[in-house]
């Protein structure tokens, strides 16, 4: 009796302890920037950061500002991309045009999408071989545009395709030649570099994709979660010392967003460990 009295007393605590989550450590910088909006890192890991007036920011990747970029013509912008090798992609819904910005925030491309007949573009994203892709919500299409030539590539009509009562796309994203579309009350399709539907994932309520080695990484509640594409496992990686709203990761940064505040981290080995 002494001896199972002393093997819950001492051993149990252990069991516990080596359950628990890991945690991300600490940070090394915090980024406060009012009316903070999207992040994304360069491969450099180099924090761009836009404001909810549309307004682009750029960090090193301690924390400190290195540029500034203000339109002239002001929206909120629903897309931030810069972990392309070249170029930095933003999209704003609300002024129905995309810009392209070399590392500088100089900007290189700016334009509409009526010259191409899109109609309604509710989300975009810079995809290979100068393709941009779009979410016509008018129609509900799934576009390939040629952005040098302003002329579609290719196009799905996705209404019968998802078959899915609420298509109210919250983004949509290129990794590694496969585009990933963001609802949050359905879940996350993938399709292919074609535009052809691969799969659908069922995780509701992702606000902001973040992929990182075969993985979808987001925050729900204080807990960083994590699913597997290659399995469709999912797992609680980490706790978060403090309520944020997305994650973002770079080659060795990790960024949690919340209100008016990024916190920097280094990518712990536990992530990097991730198959």
């Not at 009796?1 to 007393?9: A, D, H, K, T, V």
């Not at 339109?71 to 629903?78: E, H, I, K, S, V």
């Not at 109609?119 to 952005?147: F, T």
Request: hydrophobic share 45%; with cysteine; net charge negative.
């Amino acid at each position: 009796m002494r001896l199972q009295l002393f093997l819950w007393i001492f051993l149990v605590p252990l069991f516990a302890l080596a359950q628990s989550p890991e945690k991300l450590g600490l940070p090394i910088a915090h980024v406060t920037l009012e009316g903070l909006d999207l992040i994304s890192f360069d491969t450099k890991d180099q924090l761009f950061a836009s404001t909810i007036f549309g307004d682009i920011y750029l960090f090193s990747d301690q924390g400190k500002q290195l540029n500034l970029f203000s339109p002239a013509r002001q929206g909120r912008l629903n897309q931030l991309e810069a972990a392309w090798t070249v170029n930095v992609f933003s999209f704003s819904a609300d002024l129905q045009e995309y810009r392209i910005l070399d590392r500088f925030l100089n900007p290189l491309t700016e334009n509409g999408f009526s010259l191409a007949e899109i109609n309604l573009a509710k989300a975009s994203s810079l995809g290979n071989n100068n393709v941009i892709w779009v979410w016509d919500e008018s129609d509900l299409r799934l576009i390939s545009l040629d952005y040098r030539r302003n002329l579609i590539v290719q196009e799905q009509p996705l209404n019968l395709i998802l078959d899915s009562d609420n298509l109210e796309v919250a983004e949509i994203r290129e990794f590694k030649n496969r585009l990933f579309m963001n609802v949050p009350a359905s879940g996350i399709f993938i399709f292919d570099n074609q535009g052809n539907l691969m799969r659908k994932v069922d995780v509701n309520g992702i606000n902001k994709l973040c992929y990182y080695n075969d993985h979808l990484l987001w925050i729900e509640a204080l807990n960083l979660m994590a699913l597997s594409l290659s399995t469709n496992e999912i797992q609680t990686l980490a706790q978060l010392p403090d309520a944020a709203y997305y994650i973002q990761i770079g080659q060795e940064r990790l960024a949690t967003v919340s209100k008016d505040k990024v916190t920097l981290y280094v990518i712990p080995d536990w992530i990097k460990s991730l198959k």
